[in-house]
């Protein structure tokens, strides 16, 4: 089944990915009136073409980014590009005449807007069914997986129940500090000199003072 679904995949993408450049370059002219269509202006829109639907596709399939991730993709991307303009640029062609005689191919071909339209165009219909098939699959048969993924998708949208707070009784006959605050203080017993008067001389030690009010009254 497996083996299948990749053949028809394959037969489906190779004729998107000849049909629409083909007809792309039928019969046309740059901005300038000069034509490009020719066979190797042809085969660098469907190389580009290819090499974009395969990294497109390696995205679909990545689960977790990472450094290393990005950096093949991103830079397989780059280095292609690097490649194709020095391959068809006229030092290239300076140098090794006979192996390098198509110049100036990669500047005229990919300057072109309808080019870069059909490029878009056979990536999108490429990667289309793709995308369809495997969401058809996760909505009717998906696998556990899926499931589990769609559990925590569910989970995070809805907002989570409030906990339970139990209500407990405070026993404590402490009073507020507000309350305490405004009371009656002790700032008038301070004020009074009461609490300093001196105690009784033969109350509890049985000292003798001379400042007690009896031996005043007998020296008087």
Same mark, same amino acid.
């Given at each position: +089944?497996?083996f299948v @679904?990749?053949?028809? %995949?394959?037969?489906?993408s190779?004729l ?8 792309a370059m039928?019969?046309t ?6 034509a490009?269509a020719? $066979? ?6 469907? %190389?580009t ?12 399939d990545?689960s977790? *980014?990472?450094?290393?991730? %990005?950096?093949?993709?991103w ?5 292609? #590009?690097?490649?194709?303009f ?5 030092g +290239? $062609? ?7 005689? #198509? ?5 005229n ?6 080019? *870069?339209?059909? !490029? ?6 490429c ?8 969401f058809?699959?996760?909505?009717? =048969? ?11 998708k ?20 402490r ?7 405004? %009371?009656?203080?002790f700032?008038?017993? !301070?004020?009074?000199? =009461? ?5 009784s ?12 009010? @009896? ?6």
């Amino acid at each position: +089944m497996v083996f299948v @679904k990749c053949m028809f %995949q394959g037969i489906y993408s190779s004729l998107i990915l000849f049909f629409i450049p083909y007809g792309a370059m039928y019969n046309t002219v740059r901005s300038d009136g000069k034509a490009i269509a020719d $066979y190797q202006s042809f085969a660098l829109m469907v %190389q580009t073409c290819l090499l974009i639907v395969v990294s497109v596709q390696i995205c679909l399939d990545t689960s977790y *980014w990472t450094v290393v991730n %990005q950096f093949f993709i991103w830079g397989s991307l780059s280095v292609y #590009f690097a490649i194709t303009f020095t391959m068809y640029s006229d030092g +290239m $062609y300076m140098i090794f005449t006979a192996s390098f005689p #198509f110049v100036g191919t990669a500047r005229n071909t990919l300057s072109q807007p309808n080019v *870069w339209l059909a !490029i878009f165009l056979s990536i999108t219909l490429c990667v289309l069914p793709v995308v369809g098939f495997r969401f058809l699959k996760t909505q009717l =048969r998906p696998t556990p997986s899926d499931k589990v993924l769609l559990k925590i998708k569910e989970a995070k949208k809805r907002p989570p129940p409030p906990s339970p707070r139990r209500h407990l009784r405070r026993t404590s006959t402490r009073r507020s500090g507000y309350a305490f605050a405004h %009371q009656h203080g002790f700032g008038a017993l !301070i004020m009074s000199g =009461r609490n300093m008067r001196p105690k009784s001389p033969f109350a509890t030690t049985g000292t003798f003072s001379p400042n007690s009010d @009896k031996h005043k009254h007998k020296g008087l």
